[in-house]
């Protein structure tokens, strides 16, 4: 629960678009270091706990690393014309049927993010 600033406007564009997630370091390494811990207890010496090791975190950083990557996403990039004469292009999850060039637009941001809805 967070206090956004809203900005009204004019949407001007319209396009689809696909959300492509990034690289996810965090999945990695956690795959990386829960692989490693695994691994260490394959064998009955030190080598082998050694081996198992390394091989499980290798595994285990690619496969943290494709989860974390996910999926692509249906999207919508909007073009707003701000009443304050300031343009915005916002990429959200949806599709170019959401909006309609001339449309009012209220945009929303804080947090981070920044959301446009047809108002």
């Known amino acids: 629960m967070t206090a956004q600033s809203v900005e009204l406007g004019t949407v001007e564009t319209v396009r689809d678009v696909t959300i492509q997630p990034g690289n996810s370091t965090l999945g990695a390494a956690t795959g990386a270091v829960l692989g490693g811990l695994v691994g260490s207890n394959i064998g009955s010496g030190t080598r082998a706990n050694t081996a198992g090791a390394v091989a499980g ?16 996403t249906a999207g919508v990039e909007v073009g707003v014309l701000l009443d304050s004469g300031r343009r915005l292009n916002i990429v959200q999850p949806g599709t170019s049927n959401d909006f309609r060039p001339g449309d009012r637009a209220r945009v929303s941001s804080g947090g981070g993010t920044t959301r446009v809805v047809r108002g």
């Not at 975190?57 to 692509?72: D, E, F, H, K, W």
């Open 57 to 72: 975190a290798v595994g285990g950083g690619l496969a943290g690393n494709a989860i974390g990557r996910g999926s692509s």
